[in-house]
């Protein structure tokens, strides 16, 4: 885990503060991280990639009603992304292939 560190501080510093902001409360950090991977599995079991939207879609409204207060901000978070991602796609998706090796 060690050597991934300068693939996550590249694609860390890539982003605004609200990644910051949630890298200083871990306990976000870590419903945010575990959400994310859980939608992702979601996706990778599912042949069928219509089918995993929709159970994708389906989990994320189930996260809204358990983590009322945290979803705003993880919309936020995946707004951040977004934009970017858009701004820069290449070194985004090549820190983020990096990271996931």
Do not use: H
Request: zero cysteines; charged letters at 30%; aromatic letters at 12%.
């Amino acid at each position: 885990m060690l050597n991934k560190l300068p693939q996550l501080f590249s694609l860390l510093f890539s982003y605004k503060s609200n990644i910051f902001d949630i890298i200083s409360k871990p306990k976000q950090a870590y419903t945010y991280t575990k959400f994310a991977l859980e939608l992702k599995e979601l996706y990778e079991k599912e042949n069928n990639k219509t089918e995993a939207a929709f159970i994708i879609l389906d989990r994320v409204l189930k996260f809204k009603k358990e983590n009322p207060d945290d979803f705003s901000d993880f919309l936020k978070l995946i707004q951040e992304l977004l934009t970017t991602y858009e701004n820069d796609p290449k070194t985004i998706k090549q820190n983020i292939k990096d990271l996931l090796k």
